[in-house]
């Protein structure tokens, strides 16, 4: 008798899997490109164009030498700071190796393979699904209502006696569109008892008004609240995120986890980001700023674009992966929007000014060349 093919082997659940694209990284481009790393602009990943804190780095630099210990499982300074910042207890704070490990941990905890489901909206971030597929669970989306916003009523409908998670992101990614607190307070108050409601707060900082979701966990709701250090604190290559949530939940969580899934020169780093505020104030307000530069300047060329409340622009450009390719040999780096079943956009990150002038200036240009120009992406 043959040997069994490694696809008879392996779960189909996961061969049936299509990875997460993500963004072209600098030196690929540079690479592609012949150019030097510093003549291509990554605009792709809504990452920090400012960079980390100055103070997390000097805390790292420090830390390094520490290297040969395994960090603190515990996590015991973050998380105190965690709480302490947000009114809570360390039980309450969980760490993940970036925020997508606690959505990770949140199907670890609470699902079992072929046995479960989860729910969430039509254009939601792509690694709910994901998830879902790599657990061999079904994902349950719910159409958008107009301008991509999720509609409650309909993901309420969508909760089976199977569900065990349902994902709201507001800010969401890719659409930058904010759910409003109402619609949030129906989600939360509406589920049933079996399911847990994952609040994906990775841009939450850069509401003007953030919406009190710890409210939900003081009243003692089954909510989770995701939130990152990867975004407004720029530490995405250290991959450190972290979930709020009830002590209960939060139990279930910790068991479900790598005894050091949160390594130590990131929990080094994030405690110092997490105490400079005004390296925090300075990216709000040079995204901000550049937001607006960015959404003139398509109102402008007569683009059609979704208002963004977050640090990215999802923007319709006709075809979005020829725009991609376009900018791509011009050293501008963006995301092509077609892995989220969205072909007809590209969503760009926003960078500091320079970076905004020089896509605004370039962006003419690719559109010719992707053969849409901006009359015809408008029509
Ligand atoms: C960027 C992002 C995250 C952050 O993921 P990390 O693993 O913390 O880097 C989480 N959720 C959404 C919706 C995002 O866009």
């Keep these: 008798m043959s040997d069994p093919s490694l696809r008879d082997l392996a779960n189909d659940y996961v061969l049936d899997l299509v990875p997460y694209e993500p963004g072209k990284p600098v030196d690929d481009v540079a690479r592609e490109l012949g150019l030097a790393p510093e003549q291509v602009i990554k605009l792709a990943s809504n990452e920090n164009p400012l960079g980390p804190s100055p103070k997390a780095v000097a805390a790292m630099q420090e830390a390094v030498a520490n290297c040969h210990f395994y960090p603190d499982g515990g996590g015991f300074h973050l998380r105190n700071a965690l709480a302490e910042k947000f009114g809570l207890e360390r039980a309450n704070v969980v760490l993940g190796n970036g925020s997508n490990e606690i959505l990770e941990l949140l199907f670890k905890g609470f699902t079992r393979p072929g046995a479960a489901s989860i729910v969430t909206n039509e254009n939601a971030f792509a690694v709910y699904e994901l998830m879902a597929q790599l657990f061999g669970l079904d994902c349950l989306k719910a159409a958008d209502g107009p301008g991509f916003a999720p509609d409650i009523n309909a993901m309420l409908a969508a909760v089976r006696a199977d569900t065990r998670l349902v994902f709201l992101a507001s800010p969401n990614n890719p659409t930058g569109t904010r759910s409003s607190n109402e619609d949030i307070d129906r989600l939360v108050h509406g589920v049933p008892p079996h399911v847990i409601v994952c609040l994906d707060e990775a841009y939450y900082e850069f509401l003007d008004d953030a919406p009190d979701t710890l409210a939900y966990l003081r009243e003692g709701r089954r ?66 700023e550049g937001r607006e530069r ?75 060349a992707a053969g849409v120009g901006p009359t015809a992406a408008a029509s």
């Design 294 to 368: 960015l959404r003139a300047a398509f109102e402008e060329m007569g683009l059609e674009q979704i208002p963004s409340e977050a640090n990215f622009i999802l923007v319709r450009v006709g075809d979005g992966d020829a725009v991609f390719q376009a900018l791509l040999r011009r050293g501008i780096i963006v995301r092509s929007m077609k892995s989220y079943r969205q072909p007809e956009f590209i969503r760009v990150s926003i960078g500091t000014p320079e970076q905004m002038e020089r896509f605004i200036r370039e962006l003419p240009a690719a559109l010719e």
């Design 223 to 288: 909510v989770v609240l995701i939130r990152t250090f990867s975004k407004i604190q720029g530490l995405a290559g250290l991959r450190i995120g972290y979930g709020l949530t009830t002590t209960e939940i939060a139990d279930v969580l910790q068991r479900s986890r790598q005894p050091f899934n949160a390594n130590l020169i990131a929990q080094v780093g994030a405690l110092a980001a997490l105490a400079d505020t005004e390296h925090m104030d300075r990216t709000k307000a040079v995204t901000l």
